[in-house]
């Protein structure tokens, strides 16, 4: 089996996807129409970055046996990490309690996407990947809205190219700025209130954090549209995609396993020119 690792500043996403000819096992598979492989089970754990390699190493040992997965059942590794710290400790997990050498995705790995920025090795490793995973499954142009600490713009043409993209403040930081820096108004639950006009300190709090951050989210969108001069089918995908989405004039479709995907989909491609080895 293929161990997908997605390492995001707030969330680390763990997907454990059967590779072609091999048997569904554990009792967590899971059928999803449209993947060419089949994805057994998936998780989303807290990035720590202070943890080390045995306390990494014991909670994946431990997700997996209440799986019914034994860590023995994985044969390839592939990272797309946007925090250098966790890298190394990832690396000796990999190491140590897979006895795989992990693929991370890094500059020189083949992605089968030419990328049109004035600097390629600064796109981070979780846009690329969810723009190609995009493309392959819907076409293009497209738009992904990624929706973490930070939300993340990337836009691909129909020719399959990344064009660029945008960076915006997280609802969660923004929030989080607000409630910091205002000494009267306390901590609510981010949610769509009944009316955008509140009638109270909580809910106006939150019709102008969450239809302001639609807000944000669409006039982003309404302007690369405009600039694309395209049609582009505009996918969601990360923890907050199903919260904001739903009031989105622009966004068609959620796709939370597209960062999962992206990774099975690297590592189909870099199969044959980079194969597992066994770490000793």
Not at 64 to 92: A, C, Y
Request: hydrophobic fraction near 40%; proline fraction near 4%.
């Amino acid at each position: 089996m293929l161990l997908a690792l997605d390492v995001g500043n707030t969330n680390t996403v763990l997907g454990l996807y059967r590779l072609d000819g091999e048997q569904a096992e554990g009792s967590a598979a899971l059928e999803r129409p449209g993947s060419e492989q089949e994805l057994q089970a998936h998780w989303r754990v807290t990035t720590h970055r202070t943890q080390t390699s045995d306390e990494y190493g014991v909670l994946f040992v431990n997700l997996f046996n209440m799986h019914g997965i034994s860590v023995d059942q994985v044969t390839h590794i592939i990272i797309s990490s946007v925090v250098p710290p966790v890298e190394t400790t990832l690396r000796r997990v990999c190491e140590k309690y897979f006895h795989l050498q992990p693929l991370f995705v890094e500059p020189g790995i083949k992605t089968g996407m030419p990328v049109l920025v004035d600097n390629p090795t600064e796109l981070g490793a979780d846009r690329l990947v969810n723009a190609i995973a995009s493309y392959e499954r819907y076409g293009g142009p497209c738009i992904v809205v990624d929706f973490g600490t930070a939300t993340t713009f990337d836009v691909i043409s129909a020719k399959g190219e990344y064009l660029g993209g945008a960076i915006a403040p997280g609802l969660g930081i923004s929030a989080d700025a607000l409630f910091a820096r205002a000494a009267r108004l306390g901590r609510v639950d981010i949610k769509r209130p009944a009316k955008v006009i509140g009638t109270n300190t909580v809910t106006h709090l939150q019709s102008g954090l969450y239809y302001g951050y639609i807000g944000l989210v669409d006039g982003i969108l309404e302007r690369m549209i405009a600039e694309l001069g395209a049609q582009p089918r505009v996918i969601a995908t990360g923890g907050l995609a199903r919260q904001i989405s739903e009031d989105s004039r622009y966004i068609a479709q959620i796709d939370d396993m597209l960062t999962l995907d992206g990774l099975r989909i690297l590592f189909e491609r870099n199969r044959t020119t980079r194969p597992r080895s066994r770490a000793h």
